[in-house]
């Protein structure tokens, strides 16, 4: 059995309704995942899925490649045709349509549960105060196995009808001959690898498979004509899909007094009575008949899974009818024929009990899912476990997930909600926030922008070369004025990259000048009003740090320009009269008025000098 991902949803269904919880549910993994090796071929899960996510293995093709390997074939049929393919009028129309796929020989398994029902007559006859569970249902005897080794003695060690009735159809056949067993088990697909190497029956059928065979052949009850089953014919083994049908066949009392056997059928009545078995069986003082399905009525195998009495009751009137033209000495001497062959089996203790979790990890799981009162008895048993505790003491072998609790879901989800609806309310605090810091940057970004623009416009103006760079000297900035002074190469190199953005400053200004930017970027300190000659020009240069080590700026004059030629004669004149008037002082303070004197004769002569130079630019 596996669970296929893609189809998978999560929904936990089969792992709830799993009776050994051989499906696990880790943090880790997307999908439940079944553990073969605990699993024991139930197909409960198969059955409670309504996605149908949870598959087992497909035979068709297996068969297919069987009946067209050229081989003598047989198939092998369980009685409980009768209660799957209701919808088939008559049981020889049934025959024919498997003789169609091509198989040889058609068998029905109903005369192998005669003679393993006269073999049990025999075991329980010589039990002497031992008692035993039947071993025909797969399902059971894994059960025991992996879940009860202890009580692997008490299987009855016989061999299921199934197996019977192969190992009288080989004796029939040549050995070669090919066998295909189709039923409604699902876990037959592995009983068949117990004998022989699997090589006793090669293949199984479930009946769902028969039908999509059928379908994809196009084979159809109004297309073929009646036939026969292949004897041996079985007698009251056509009652076998019903639970004690096995036990009528061997002609066993059933009655409440005197019957020395128990009859269960079901999951939860099977592992009841494998518990009482277990711990009861001296006051019990009888042998159980066990069926983990409702016999082989509603097996997984089939299609429908409902219906239980009306099934019995097709069951009931085909074996009627089977009864009916029997030949009685004829089955009795092929009883006779195989009653001795050798039915034996033997068991195999395979236990997969998973350890009781210590005490302190089953109360941190139930404080987990909300009781941290111990007396505090919810119990609601929507997880699928009969109490609370034994949710908790599944989530603590590692086999679910707090979350398949309902009341722990229910309390998480309010939680989220209201964390949800807080976390809505703060994130629509920050959306208008944020909104409005958009906005405010939107302003800002705006006004820088006319910032920019303005001072862009500004620098343009001036007569003065602006040049900004940074720590790897290359220009980020520069205004016309600076490409003017740098003469015609920087005016073409202008014209391809405006305002020589990028332009390695090496490349355009003198190797002193480059000294006098590296120093200031290295040591952080301004270089102001340095006279520098380039080519014809005499240049005022003052470079003054704008980020420590990363971005400096320069503002550079062409002395000889007539605009900065007078603002240079008045701007040095007036430092003469700045350090004049110092020694001016010095003096004064030591003669007197003569300073007086002195300073208003110099600054007559500044005025006179400044009127005629207004007068020759206006001019």
């Known amino acids: ?37 605990r699993c024991i071929g139930c197909g409960l899960c198969f059955v409670s899925c309504s996605r149908g996510a949870v598959e087992f293995r497909d035979s068709k093709d297996e068969v297919r490649a069987i009946l067209s390997s050229g081989r003598k074939t047989a198939a092998l049929i369980e009685p409980s045709i009768a209660s799957e393919f209701d919808d088939i009028t008559d049981y020889r129309k049934f025959v024919t349509m498997i003789r169609s796929l091509g198989f040889d020989y058609v068998h029905e398994v109903s005369f192998g549960v005669d003679l393993i029902a006269a073999h049990y007559v025999e075991l329980f006859s010589r039990a002497k105060g031992k008692y035993y569970i039947s071993a025909n249902c797969p399902a059971i005897v894994k059960l025991i196995e992996k879940y009860h080794p202890e009580l692997t003695p008490n299987l009855a060690p016989l061999v299921s009808p199934m197996i019977a009735t192969a190992m009288v159809v080989k004796e029939l056949y040549e050995e070669d001959t090919a066998l295909v067993h189709i039923g409604p088990c699902i876990d037959a697909k592995d009983e068949i690898l117990n004998y022989r190497s699997g090589k006793l029956i090669e293949s199984v059928l479930t009946f769902i498979e028969l039908r999509q065979m059928f379908d994809e052949a196009g084979i159809q009850e109004k297309l073929v004509k009646m036939s026969e089953f292949d004897p041996p014919y079985g007698y009251w083994g056509a009652l076998y899909p019903l639970p004690p049908g096995i036990i009528q066949a061997g002609g066993l009392k059933r009655d409440m007094v005197s019957s020395k056997v128990i009859t269960a059928s079901g999951s939860e009545d099977s592992l009841e009575a494998v518990h009482d078995f277990d711990k009861h069986i001296d006051t019990i003082h009888h042998h159980f008949n066990l069926f983990f399905c409702h016999g082989c009525l509603l097996g997984p195998g089939m299609e429908n899974h409902s219906e239980k009495f009306r099934r019995r009751a097709l069951v009931s009137r085909y074996a009627e009818k089977r009864i009916s033209t029997l030949d009685h000495d004829l089955w009795q001497k092929n009883m006779d024929r195989w009653i001795d062959m050798d039915f034996s089996r033997g068991f195999s203790p395979n236990d997969q009990r998973i350890p009781e979790p210590p005490e302190e990890a089953i109360n941190e799981v139930m404080k987990i899912i909300g009781r941290h009162d111990p007396d505090e008895k919810i119990d ?50 920050t959306k208008k926030a ?63 990259i405006p305002g020589l953005t990028g332009a390695d400053l090496k490349t355009l200004i003198p190797f002193n000048v480059y000294n006098m930017f590296t120093y200031v970027i290295r040591e952080d300190v301004p270089v102001v009003s340095r006279d520098v000659h380039f080519d014809d020009k005499m240049l005022n240069v003052s470079i003054f740090p704008i980020k420590k080590n990363k971005m400096c700026g320069a503002i550079i004059r062409d002395l000889y320009s007539p605009e900065v030629q007078g603002e240079e004669v008045i701007t040095r004149v007036s430092e003469v009269i700045d350090k004049n008037l110092e020694m001016v002082q010095k003096i004064g303070f030591l003669l007197g008025e003569g300073a007086s004197d002195t300073e208003q004769m110099l600054n007559s ?13 206006k001019t």
């Open 1 to 37: 059995m596996t669970i296929n991902e893609s189809k998978c949803r999560n929904s936990y269904s089969c792992v709830r309704i799993c009776p050994v919880n051989a499906i696990e549910v880790r943090p880790q993994k997307a999908h439940p995942v079944i553990v073969s090796e």
């Open 380 to 429: 609601c048993g929507a997880c699928g476990y009969g109490s609370c505790r034994d949710f908790a003491i599944i989530v603590a072998k590692g086999l679910a997930i707090p979350e398949m609790c309902h009341t722990f879901n229910l309390r998480n989800k309010q939680e989220y909600i209201e964390t949800l609806r807080q976390t809505n309310r703060k994130l629509a605090e």
């Open 434 to 496: 944020l909104k409005e810091s958009e906005e405010f940057a939107r302003r800002e970004k705006e006004i820088a922008q006319a910032a920019s623009d303005m001072l862009h416009n500004m620098l343009e103006k001036l007569t003065s070369g602006v040049v900004i760079v940074d720590n790897n000297l290359k220009v980020l900035h520069s205004n016309k004025s600076f490409i003017n002074i740098l003469g015609e190469d920087a005016n073409a190199i202008s014209e391809i």
């Open 605 to 617: 002569i500044i005025e006179s000098y400044r009127k005629r130079s207004n007068v020759k630019n």
